[in-house]
Structures are given as C-alpha cells and as structure tokens.
C-alpha cells in the first residue's frame, strides 16, 4: 500500500483532533500531500477559493454544528472527488450528494485510503 497516493493532493475537513491526525499521518504514509486538517468550514473554504489545487478530499459532515455542504460544493465545482465521514444517518446529506461515497465513523486509516484510491482511479 506504500505510495498509492503519491502526491496526491488530499484536503482533510475533520474536527474531531486525533482522527483528523490518524488519517494525516496515514495519508503521508502512503505518499499524499496533506492539506489541512481543518476543523472549520471557513478554513477550508478559504483554501480551496484562494486556489489550491485538491485532488481528493475527506469531509466530516458535521464541524462544531456547522455542515461541510458548502466546502462539497466547491469541490464539486472544481472536480474534485471526495467522501463523506460521519456518525450521521444518510439522511442528513442533501439529494444533491446521491453517489458520493460515505463512510460511517469510527472510520479507519485503511478503509479511508482504499476509498481515496479508487475515486483517485476512477477520474
């Protein structure tokens, strides 16, 4: 599994600390280029807005009350594959997100890697 992802840009949006550390960790394991983690909504925003290229991307839904809609939006725009983590029912992800994968926390550092390789493979 070493370097699947090698430079890969992956953009993490996750609040919970030591998640979001497990899957950086990880990521640059197996060769990514980290962006983040974030723990806003705004944070993430303001990067992707002011241009940095994101390959893949890992969305917690639900930051500190705030939905990571928006961040998905914009990616979305720019073509930007990502998933969803969340301890969330699949109800509270808007129609608009229908087939975007989504994974139920706790999530592992493998499981989440797997996902990013083949949405990677499948652009």
Do not use: C, H, N, W
Request: glycine share 10%.
């Amino acid at each position: 599994m070493a370097d699947v992802l090698r430079g890969v840009a992956v953009l993490i949006v996750e609040d919970e600390f030591y998640l979001a550390d497990d899957l950086a960790a990880a990521l640059v394991g197996v060769g990514a280029k980290v962006l983040g983690p974030f723990g806003r909504v705004e944070d993430a925003r303001r990067l992707i807005e002011g241009g940095e290229a994101v390959d893949l991307a890992i969305l917690d839904v639900d930051l500190a009350g705030d939905r990571v809609f928006p961040v998905a939006d914009l990616l979305r725009e720019r073509k930007a594959p990502f998933l969803f983590a969340t301890g969330y029912d699949p109800e509270i992800i808007p129609g608009r997100f229908v087939g975007v994968p989504r994974l139920e926390k706790p999530v592992t550092a493998a499981t989440v890697i797997s996902l990013l390789e083949a949405l990677q493979g499948a652009r």
